[in-house]
């Protein structure tokens, strides 16, 4: 390989056994898969110039007008090895894509190495097919986020000066590398909202999903970095069976992972970028209407039967949580500066100091810190009444959003 690729060395390995494999007179097939930004195309990029090196003819899907594939194949083979190298199968037209089925089994005999990669399990029928299709000498190499250790590699790599918080950084990207890379080498990256360049690549990211995967991640960015779906399902007005594929859709691109019953952005970056690509006034009502689902439960769990939105107000008002109380009545809630809003917010939605300080880009200690310059700013003395006291400012129309982006970036 021409580079070292950070945390990837065993899927170098594997390319090279294969590379030699081919060199010696056999047939591969190599499936690269992985979710948004693991780098498979540079994995792709390295392999074809290995294979260069070692005479190699290297084909990347740029045929002459009119030829023959397998006709082209059969006449380069004959005179030295073939890579062929195919990347984002998953956009392939599905004649070609059926033609890739038939020709590793029809060429077999040739050494040529097919590596054909895609975004996980994406495509039509034919690209699943061809994914699915065994072959004599068949292997996959799946793109999974990188080690922390390799993932501060990968930044110190692409920093043009050493970068300040880099463990605060490493977590914001989850392991992935386009967010590694690009944030290294975006401007003053560990201060104010997500640069330009890493909303960027998020945008492009949410463009080639589909709509319904998209609307899902958009919505569900405002019920915070973990959320649960059935709150999704209730703001987006549909049941949990219709949101199944682009669940699906959303954890096989690795922008969603499990965590328990919960969904989560496997990216804290990734998140606060879709907050804040959202027009002003549709995530004000996005946030209104998160807020509206949090009263409701929270009526409902101490009062009895769930209640509907509509209803969450009167029930709150019995149990002498007014909702009416404006804003400015709070005592001292003017006086919190952006990051103790933020952390107010994150204390409402029953995180942890340990899980705040991720989100944040802090340290615990400096969330406790925070934590008692709140409470003494308004006088209260638990995490209860500030909970409490948080719901009462976001129902009376402040977009959290809004204080998070300001403090979190």
């Not at 996980?120 to 699943?128: K, L, M, T």
């Not at 977009?399 to 979190?408: H, I, K, L, S, T």
Request: glycine fraction near 8%; proline fraction near 6%.
């Amino acid at each position: 390989m021409t580079q070292k690729l950070r945390g990837r060395e065993g899927e170098e390995r594997q390319i090279m056994r294969m590379i030699h494999l081919v060199a010696a007179g056999a047939s591969a097939v190599l499936h690269v898969e992985g979710g948004w930004g693991s780098g498979r195309t540079r994995l792709l990029r390295e392999a074809a110039d290995a294979a260069g090196r070692l005479g190699f003819t290297v084909l990347d899907g740029d045929w002459p007008p009119g030829g023959s594939l397998g006709a082209l194949l059969d006449a380069r083979a004959s005179r030295r090895p073939v890579l062929v190298v195919l990347d984002d199968v998953h956009h392939a037209d599905p004649a070609f894509a059926r033609s890739l089925c038939a020709l590793p089994w029809r060429l077999r005999d040739q050494p040529i190495a097919w590596i054909l990669s895609r975004r996980r399990h994406a495509g039509g029928p034919e690209v699943q097919r061809l994914f699915a299709l065994p072959h004599p000498a068949a292997a996959l190499v799946d793109l999974r986020p990188l080690s922390a250790q390799a993932t501060g590699l990968l930044v110190a790599d692409h920093s043009a000066c050493a970068v300040t918080g880099l463990p605060e950084l490493m977590r914001a990207t989850g392991g992935n590398p386009l967010l590694a890379v690009e944030l290294a080498q975006a401007v003053d990256s560990t201060a104010g909202r997500p640069p330009d360049r890493v909303r960027g690549c998020v945008r492009r990211c949410m463009a080639e999903l589909s709509g319904d995967c998209r609307r899902l991640l958009q919505t569900a960015a405002v019920l915070g970095a973990r959320f649960e779906l059935g709150d999704a399902t209730k703001m987006l007005r549909r049941p949990a069976g219709e949101l199944l594929a682009p669940v699906e859709e959303a954890l096989a691109a690795d922008i969603l992972a499990c965590d328990g019953d919960r969904l989560v952005f496997s990216q804290n970056l990734f998140w606060r970028c879709v907050l804040a690509s959202l027009p002003q006034p549709a995530r004000t009502a996005l946030e209104q209407d998160a807020a509206a689902q949090r009263l409701t439960f929270a009526a409902s769990d101490r009062a009895g039967p769930p209640l509907d939105a509509s209803r969450a107000g009167e029930r709150l008002q019995v149990l002498n949580i007014q909702l009416a109380r404006p804003v400015a009545q709070v005592s001292g809630w003017t006086e919190l500066s952006d990051l103790e809003r933020t952390v107010a917010h994150l204390v409402s939605q029953g995180l942890t100091n340990q899980q705040i300080a991720s989100r944040v880009l802090r340290s615990p200690h400096t969330v406790n810190y925070h934590l008692r310059r709140i409470y003494q700013k308004l006088g209260i003395r638990s995490r209860i009444e500030l909970a409490r006291l948080t719901l009462l400012h976001y129902s009376a129309g402040r977009a959290p959003a809004e204080d998070v982006m300001d403090a979190a970036g």
